[in-house]
């Protein structure tokens, strides 16, 4: 499920597309709008660039709202994609994870994640 929409506007031309998405098309997406350094680089507070994200379910706004100047377009396509394998059964029990949680940035929306999944997998496994 798609989780967080971002308009990227470089040079008069615009972007959106929807995370997560298949990392390797991100290269290409940026390079069409004259985006030519490397996905890692790109982050909110890249010069020259704008780039507004949307939340579009409760998760997503969550992410939106938590996420620093300084996370690139690759760690938030990463932590989507962690979402989206970790929440299988749907995104309740991690929206109230993430919301009670004091991550201020995608690294620490990320540990959060893998603590869940960790538990989840403990109790799928016998509770160990």
Do not use: W
Request: proline share 2%; glycine share 6%.
């Amino acid at each position: 499920m798609k989780t967080v929409y971002a308009l990227i506007r470089h040079q008069g031309n615009s972007l959106a597309v929807d995370f997560p998405l298949n990392i390797y098309d991100m290269p290409e997406h940026l390079g069409s709008i004259g985006i030519h350094i490397p996905v890692s680089e790109v982050t909110i507070e890249t010069k020259d660039v704008s780039i507004k994200l949307t939340g579009l379910n409760e998760v997503g706004k969550i992410i939106v709202d938590k996420v620093a100047s300084s996370d690139s377009l690759l760690d938030i396509n990463t932590l989507c994609h962690a979402i989206e394998q970790a929440c299988l059964f749907g995104y309740e029990d991690m929206a109230e994870r993430l919301s009670s949680s004091d991550a201020e940035c995608v690294r620490e929306i990320m540990t959060v994640v893998e603590e869940f999944t960790q538990e989840t997998q403990s109790q799928t496994m016998g509770g160990r």
